[in-house]
């Protein structure tokens, strides 16, 4: 079995598969927009004429290629390519700011490498155990994940937490418009047949990170008249890898439990993952300075829910998530019906695509080293040039998404409403996690009453909701009491 496997991995056309896939990933998830599930979704009907393995392995190249590209836009412009690179935009551009874009780029590649092989030798030990733990997540469990979630809002705040609750509640209110999920009653639609589907989640990540911050450095060009943008091209250190090495190993284990969860996916796993390393750090109040814990963490996590997402999908033929889903559809036009069954009959079919994980993860790690220097690049172009690319990128990949004006007019918006609240001081990450989380957050909360007929108990009878809930109600009260005490210590001294 051994030998067969290798030799279908090693096939010239098979690693020309993964190797061109994951160089597609890259690209797509490096365009703010074009998200990682996009170019699985866009490229799936080509591997319906290939070889099972080989198309299968292509479509797992362009997601872990997808997953680690979105870091390369959140570090030199302060755009998440992906909705899971949302995390890496609060240190990584930080980086690029002092000169030190190509650190921070090493940083992410060893960090999204690292992550993926923790998931993948996961994915292969123990998938199917890990699988009937996911299957316990119900509705309680899934809603105290997303409070725990949310709390993290009380952490990426920065010194000012009001201003960072009110961004986060800002989102939370966006997450109402459209169908109730529960009842389909349309509420804060205004009429518009747009409006009752919710706001698009990408257009609005764009517009708050990317166009608000074209505004931001066009105000900078015609008023401060400043200079085009030069960097430096350090790779990673010795001292880099050994402080990120342990924040790799949680985040990525962090972020492969979270993968397996349905409904969760990298952007959850990586504001809990950047949260967590906060909380373990000895110096917390480095985080959103430009660390290399802030970015290997959430790089880390969002490409461990990558070997995450997919054992729920093989084991019992639930997608993790959104990427994993239109996988399950390419499966099942290959004839392989996913499930327990699938590791008996396609034993070798499963144990080849395990083996292509792992090499679609080593071949990440060179494309990101080898472009590396392609990448930085970019910071050097004249910022007069640079911004008007960026803002015709921000208008096809939000249109690109539904092929709807509409997402472009909501973008727009987006971006206005992140300048002012940019220049106020109100952090961004709030609304975007927000917005993650809330529909996750309201219709499992409403879906547990039910299951409890109205009872608030069952959220405390379950251990991993209790358990959850507990945590998140610790996360938000945390900062509170690290201010009092800080404030006692000084009484002290005084």
Request: one cysteine or more.
């Amino acid at each position: 079995m051994f030998m067969t496997v290798l030799s279908n991995v090693l096939n010239p056309v098979c690693l020309l598969s993964i190797l061109g896939g994951v160089a597609m990933g890259i690209s797509f998830g490096a365009m703010p927009g074009l998200t990682s599930t996009m170019g699985v979704a866009l490229l799936m009907p080509i591997t319906f004429s290939m070889d099972p393995h080989i198309g299968m392995l292509l479509l797992i190249g362009i997601f872990c290629g997808a997953i680690y590209g979105g870091s390369i836009t959140a570090i030199l412009i302060n755009t998440p390519g992906t909705p899971s690179a949302a995390a890496t935009v609060l240190d990584g551009y930080k980086f690029t700011e002092r000169g030190e874009a190509g650190r921070a780029l090493g940083i992410s590649t060893v960090a999204s490498f690292g992550g993926g092989i923790i998931s993948g030798v996961i994915l292969i030990l123990v998938a199917p155990q890990l699988a009937q733990i996911a299957l316990k997540f119900n509705a309680p469990e899934s809603f105290a994940l997303a409070f725990f979630g949310l709390s993290i809002i009380a952490s990426i705040s920065g010194k000012d937490m009001v201003k960072g609750l009110m961004s986060g509640t800002l989102g939370l209110l966006l997450s109402l418009i459209g169908m109730d999920n529960v009842t389909a009653y349309t509420r804060f639609s205004f009429g518009s047949t747009y409006l009752m589907g919710g706001l698009s989640f990408i257009p609005v990540l764009v517009g708050l990170f990317a166009l608000s911050q074209c505004f931001l450095t066009v105000e900078e060009i015609y008023v401060e008249r400043t200079k085009a943008a030069r960097t430096r091209n350090p790779l990673p250190t010795l001292k880099d890898l050994k402080t990120i090495a342990p924040t790799i190993l949680r985040a990525g284990l962090t972020g492969t439990f979270i993968g397996i969860i349905p409904g969760a996916g990298g952007d959850i796993s990586a504001f809990v993952s950047y949260d967590m390393e906060r909380r373990l750090s000895k110096h917390p109040e480095k985080f959103g300075t430009g660390i290399p814990e802030g970015i290997a963490a959430p790089e880390a996590s969002n490409n461990g829910t990558t070997g995450g997402a997919l054992i729920p999908l093989l084991t019992l033929g639930i997608p993790g998530d959104a990427n994993t889903a239109v996988m399950l559809g390419a499966l099942m036009m290959h004839n392989l019906t996913p499930g327990p069954q699938l590791f008996l009959t396609k034993a070798e079919t499963v144990n080849t695509l395990f083996a292509g994980f792992i090499i679609a993860n080593v071949c990440m790690l060179i494309l990101g080293f080898l472009g590396q220097p392609l990448f930085v690049k970019i910071v050097s172009i004249p910022k007069r040039v640079l911004v008007p690319v960026i803002i015709v990128m921000c208008t096809v990949g939000s249109f690109a998404i539904n092929n709807n004006y509409y997402d472009i007019i909501i973008m727009l918006i987006a971006g206005i409403v992140g300048y002012f609240m940019s220049k106020g001081g109100y952090p961004l990450s709030p609304i975007v996690l927000a917005l993650i989380l809330g529909p996750m957050a309201e219709g499992n909360f409403r879906r547990s009453l039910v299951m409890s007929q109205g009872s608030y108990s069952i959220f405390f009878q379950r251990p991993f909701s209790a358990a959850f809930i507990i945590i998140g109600i610790l996360s938000l009260l945390w900062p509170i009491i690290s201010h009092m005490r800080g404030k006692w210590r000084m009484a002290q001294k005084g």
